[in-house]
């Protein structure tokens, strides 16, 4: 009984890991290279966003703004990639790879209550004549809104302005 017992908490804590093993979290890596692929003199956004209890009522969309297949392949990317129940995970590594910054501290939004901001990357190292506006929320209340945020604007070369 006691190994029957084992056996089932071991299966119920590796249910619950809805973080994918680091090597797998690069979204910057996954955005620079979705930035690279849009065409010159557009604007893009992708929005990844929860809402509701994990796992009762929760949902978990990426939406963009154009039916382009770059839009829906960082989407894909985006919701197998990333956290599903703690959205502080997602802006943490966001931010940390987007502005070198990381947030010091639990990355479960346990200790915090409301984290919200806007960041503007503009012509970053790995995506020249590109900028990149990275919005977020998280909230308190599971029956709101949840979200990451990229707009990409990728504009002519400086040689061509």
Not at 1 to 20: E, F, H, R, S, Y
Not at 58 to 86: I, K, P, V, Y
Request: with cysteine; glycine share 4%.
């Amino acid at each position: 009984m006691k190994i029957l017992c084992a056996v089932g908490l071991c299966l119920l804590c590796a249910a619950c890991a809805t973080v994918p093993p680091a090597a797998e979290q690069d979204i910057c890596k996954h955005l620079y290279t979705y930035a690279a692929s849009l065409p010159i003199g557009s604007t893009h956004t992708i929005r990844l966003s929860t809402k509701g209890a994990f796992p009762l009522d929760f949902q978990m969309d990426c939406h963009h703004d154009t039916d382009d297949e770059a839009d829906h392949a960082f989407c894909g990317w985006l919701l197998a990639n990333t956290s599903r129940e703690f959205m502080a995970i997602n802006i943490n590594d966001a931010s940390s790879c987007l502005q070198q910054q990381k947030i010091v501290g639990s990355t479960s939004g346990s200790d915090i209550e409301r984290w919200s901001g806007t960041m503007v990357i503009d012509s970053p190292e790995a995506a020249p004549d590109t900028k990149i506006v990275f919005s977020y929320l998280q909230q308190p209340d599971f029956q709101k809104e949840d979200f990451i945020q990229f707009e990409v604007t990728r504009r002519p070369a400086k040689s061509q302005r």
